[in-house]
């Protein structure tokens, strides 16, 4: 792709917003106030505003390869400080797809350098549930059970931080897990029973927001 091509695409796009709405760029420069934090996966086949329908402002947007919630990245956990305690999002998605590279090659036994601290946290997920995966034995359909169990458990991870807890004890936070069909076009809802997870896990987890 000539780069000389995005920049005749950008002067297309904002002829076109403006044709549509004058003071287009003048709203978007008020500010944001997305009800939706999404945490999705970097492959570039799955752009989150496309598949959602949504316009910008109305979502908050972090994406990275897995589309994993892990304690000790600065960056997601930043996103997610200021989606949640200034942004005051009042839902969290983690979306996965099917297909997702990052999975496939957690799956693989090979050294893949500095991939290997991130991809260990989705091989954790595997160790995990690998009971149910290993009795699949259609490979493609592991890969993507792999992938919905992935979404689960950065769920899990979500509940496990101070800013969840106290935004879904003192306002209702809701934390959703999805997964992307790439085949299909499809969002699919795990439906995943966060009040239950959250139940589960305060034992442990439990940062004094109970």
Request: net charge negative; charged share 25%.
């Amino acid at each position: 792709m000539e780069l000389e091509k995005v920049f005749r695409n950008n002067e297309k796009w904002i002829a076109e917003k403006l044709q549509k709405d004058p003071d287009y760029f003048i709203n978007l420069s008020k500010g944001q106030n997305p009800d939706i934090l999404y945490i999705g996966c970097s492959d570039s086949r799955v752009t989150a505003e496309d598949l959602m329908g949504v316009s910008p402002g109305e979502v908050f947007v972090h994406r990275n390869i897995a589309n994993m919630v892990i304690s000790i990245d600065l960056n997601v956990m930043s996103v997610l400080n200021y989606a949640v305690n200034y942004l005051h999002v009042n839902h969290v998605v983690v979306c996965g797809h099917y297909f997702c590279g990052g999975v496939k090659a957690a799956m693989q036994a090979e050294d893949l350098g500095v991939l290997n601290p991130w991809l260990r946290n989705i091989r954790d997920v595997y160790r995990l549930h690998k009971n149910e995966l290993n009795a699949i034995e259609d490979e493609t359909a592991k890969y993507n059970r792999l992938v919905e169990l992935n979404v689960q458990e950065q769920c899990v991870n979500l509940v496990k931080t101070a800013e969840v807890q106290k935004a879904y004890n003192e306002r209702g936070l809701q934390i959703h897990g999805w997964v992307f069909d790439i085949h299909s076009g499809k969002l699919i809802d795990l439906k995943l029973d966060i009040d239950r997870i959250m139940k589960n896990i305060m034992e442990i987890y439990n940062l004094g927001h109970d």
